[in-house]
């Protein structure tokens, strides 16, 4: 219990997958403009990198492994992802256009995001179990969701800012980003 | 001619323009700046004046180069008060580049890249702080031993030889640096292992000859709370940020204290009077700019402020965690002010700030 507990805050705060590891900066930089689209972008990014955390570890050790196939995982990773992707989309859709209304449009952008893939190759790396894998996959996600909402709501008041010409726009997101970045080092040393 | 100004309302018979106000924080740091003087010497006056020559400096070039009135943002006093708290919190008689370097980042790219006063989302001076721990951690990390606590024969450096020590000047040569530089309470108590409180506090003489708290400690953090207790009577702050966070450590330490086992993490006494928890508290989280607006967003801004300075000293790698917590919380101020929105006279509670509108 103690293990699942400390893997669920390195994931989130310690190893904090945009501030710390520094993946899945696109969306990060992309879809932090307004809090609304944020919250979007967090609730489809979690759903997404549980089940993909969770369909690659299947792949890797009932697949991959036993073939012998290992150095083929990257590879195999992303296309597990893309179909992840394909599918909860497919699936939402049909099942509550509701949801898909608010999610649709960044389904697809979540193929393109590191952080799914870089859980998915840590995962391995690390020889998680599926329960920890899976764990893993949500904690990321929601440290992931965490700091973009944060960021969204912090945007939306640098963008009344007087902020000198030329760093307006992305620049001070960028500096801003790096000052939360430093902030998050504060956590080190906690698990 | 008018005999009499026309003004508009409020007519306020105690004017709050920035200057008094900012005047106001940097007398009410007096009390703890005393108190750090008359235990570790001369280093903090030092950093104060090399501060505030680095911050006057970077605000007036940059409102040079955004071709801004110079004199008027100056006369604010506002890259004074950041200059005066990053003072204080550095460690006395830390190089002059370090001061300046900290100073530097704080006013330049924590204030002045986000516009200036009022638009600055994260305190200068514990983002020039936070930079220094993090670039520097030996350099950030050397405190003096407090004067009474010194060894026979030692005496903290005079105010020649402590500039000798700060400047690039030839090295004193009749002083032993080590001999008077140690750890700070919370970072000996971090390092205790396995000896219950009270036998720890017997072998350390920073607790054993205290009389609360930390030795020379105790005295500063309550210099700073009577400080901050001006400035409350003053009302340049609500009571709410400081005592949501003071309150938030007081219960964390009471809960994990643990009746002093070997395990413990120190007594709720050790947490608010070690360390920067009262500068913290009334001089860092109580900035107007940074901080939650609402009153019900002040309070947890400031609990989760207490939580984060517990959670890190306890179980984090840094002895002390103010800066971070204040940094982290700072972060989430926008996102608090979103959904704690009072409910104006007259009109239903509003849900959020900013309402999406397709």
New interface residues.
């Given amino acids: 219990m103690q293990d699942l507990a400390i893997i669920l805050v390195s994931a989130v705060l310690v190893n904090n997958f945009v501030l710390v590891q520094f993946l899945g900066l696109c969306p990060f930089m992309g879809v932090s403009n ?3 689209t944020a919250i979007g972008m967090s609730s489809a990014t979690t759903f997404v990198l549980t089940l993909a955390a969770m369909s690659s570890y299947l792949v890797n050790t009932w697949v991959l492994v036993p073939l012998g196939l290992e150095y083929l995982k990257t590879i195999a990773f992303i296309l597990v992802i893309a179909v992840v992707v394909q599918f909860t989309k497919m699936f939402i859709e049909k099942s509550s256009p509701l949801l898909y209304r608010v999610l649709g449009v960044f389904l697809p952008l979540i193929t393109t995001n590191c952080a799914v893939l870089g859980v998915a190759l840590q995962n391995t790396a690390k020889a998680r179990s599926f329960v920890e894998s899976s764990l893993y996959g949500f904690g990321a996600a929601l440290g992931f969701s965490l700091v973009l ?3 969204s ?2 945007r ?3 963008a009344v ?4 010409e030329p ?1 307006r726009g992305p620049a ?1 997101g960028m ?2 980003a790096g ?2 970045s ?9 698990v | 001619m008018t005999l009499f100004p026309r003004v508009t309302s409020p007519h306020g018979h105690a004017p709050q323009r920035t200057d008094q106000v900012m005047l106001r924080v940097l007398l009410a740091t007096l009390p703890g700046l005393v108190a750090l003087t008359w235990n570790f010497g001369w280093g903090t006056l030092i950093n104060i004046v090399l501060a505030s020559a680095t911050a006057t400096a970077c605000e007036a070039g940059v409102m040079a180069l955004r071709k801004r009135p110079v004199r008027f943002y100056l006369s604010d006093l506002s890259a004074l008060v950041t200059a005066v708290l990053l003072g204080l919190a550095l460690p006395p008689l830390a190089p002059w580049w370090l001061v300046l370097m900290g100073v530097a980042f704080a006013i330049v790219i924590a204030k002045q890249f986000y516009g200036g006063l009022g638009y600055n989302p994260f305190n200068p001076a514990m983002v020039g702080y936070v930079v220094l721990l993090i670039s520097f951690p030996i350099e950030m990390t050397t405190w003096i031993t407090p004067r009474e606590l010194l060894p026979e024969g030692v005496s903290l450096p005079g105010l020649w030889q402590s500039l000798q020590l700060v400047l690039p000047l030839p090295a004193p040569t009749d002083l032993a640096v080590d001999a008077f530089t140690g750890a700070t309470p919370l970072d000996s108590f971090k390092h205790n292992t396995g000896l219950l409180t009270e036998q720890f506090y017997q072998q350390t003489p920073l607790f054993s000859e205290a009389e609360l708290a930390g030795f020379g400690w105790e005295w500063v953090n309550l210099g700073f709370l009577a400080g901050g207790g001006w400035l409350l009577y003053q009302r340049i702050f609500t009571w709410h940020a400081p005592a949501a966070m003071l309150a938030a450590i007081t219960l964390l330490s009471g809960i994990f204290y643990d009746g002093g086992s070997s395990t413990s993490a120190g007594s709720p006494l050790m947490h608010l009077l070690s360390g920067a928890t009262m500068l913290g508290a009334f001089f860092i989280i109580t900035d107007p700019v940074t901080s939650a607006t609402s009153n019900l967003g002040r309070l947890i801004y400031g609990a989760g402020i207490g939580i984060l300075v517990f959670v890190i000293r306890v179980w984090g790698n840094y002895p002390d965690a103010v800066a971070f917590a204040v940094l982290l919380m700072n972060f989430a101020a926008p996102l608090i002010d979103n959904y704690t929105v009072p409910r104006t006279y007259g009109h239903a509670r509003a849900k959020r700030a900013t309402v999406k509108k397709d």
Avoid: C, Q
């Avoid at chain 1, 800012?161 to 000198?164: N, Q, V």
């Fill in positions: 307004k809090l609304e909402v944060l960021f709501a912090m939306e008041r640098l800012a007087d902020i000198p760093f001070i500096i801003t000052l939360m430093l902030a998050f080092m504060g956590f080190s040393g906690l």
